[in-house]
């Protein structure tokens, strides 16, 4: 069955670093999304992306933030200068345009020090 | 903002008992979906639900929906240890597409 990859599956950073997160979504889908989850807490939703452009975005997804289909399979959400608090597991989530159910992936942890 | 928000926020039992967890809203809906997700794992899609639909069933999950109440519920029917994880309800207003708002969950432990 086809899934959601994502990589790497932890990253450590130094604060001010710029990271990458990759993602496969699912060969057939046309909406990407990116949440994050702080330890802890709620799954919180920070950009969609459509048709080569974000189509809406949290208030938490500021200036720092961007996300990029670089190709036909790769989505990737970058963090231009990591803080402590962006310390958390990010998931990258798709689905085609036949159903509402989003597919996520196994997240990648994302550690500021 | 529409929340959802899940109770009881963590629930014991033995296995072969069955688990009820609830998860209530606060704007209205397009559908609504559970996902569970093990510790420190990805989330994995349980059951989706549509505004105009009252209850779903997929093996053991039973999921209810009371738009009246801006409620649903999510039932595991003869639970096992392997369903130890947390649970999370997160709806969608918009249609599809759109981002979805996560609840905090219930951590369920069933116990052998």
């Known amino acids: 069955e086809p899934e959601v990859t994502q990589t790497p599956s932890h990253q450590v950073t130094q604060m001010g670093q710029e990271v990458i997160l990759r993602c496969v979504p699912i060969?057939?889908?046309?909406?990407f999304y990116w949440y994050r989850q702080i330890l802890g807490q709620k799954v919180e939703f920070l950009v969609s992306f459509y048709n080569n452009e974000i189509s809406e975005k949290s208030e938490i997804f500021d200036d720092q933030f961007s996300v990029e289909r670089p190709d036909g399979s790769n989505f990737t959400l970058k963090i231009r200068s990591t803080k402590l608090e962006d310390s958390a597991m990010y998931f990258c989530?798709?689905?085609?345009?036949?159903?509402?159910?989003?597919?996520f992936g196994p997240g990648t942890r994302l550690t500021v020090l | 903002s529409q929340q959802g928000e899940e109770d009881p926020q963590a629930l014991s039992i033995q296995e072969g008992e069955n688990a009820t967890m609830n998860c209530s809203y606060k704007t209205s809906i397009n559908n609504l979906q559970w996902y569970r997700q093990n510790s420190g794992r990805g989330l994995v899609h349980l059951i989706l639900?549509?505004?105009?639909?009252r209850e779903k069933h997929s093996g053991r999950l039973r999921v209810t929906l009371d738009t009246s109440k801006k409620s649903s519920s999510l039932l595991i029917t003869a639970s096992r240890a392997a369903d130890t994880a947390s649970y999370f309800c997160?709806?969608?207003?918009?249609?599809?597409?759109?981002?979805?708002?996560f609840g905090a969950g219930t951590r369920l432990a069933v116990h052998p």
């Open positions: 639900i549509r505004s105009n639909e």
């Open positions: 989530a798709s689905n085609p345009v036949s159903t509402d159910t989003q597919y």
């Open positions: 060969s057939n889908h046309l909406y």
């Open positions: 997160a709806t969608d207003a918009s249609g599809g597409y759109n981002k979805l708002i």
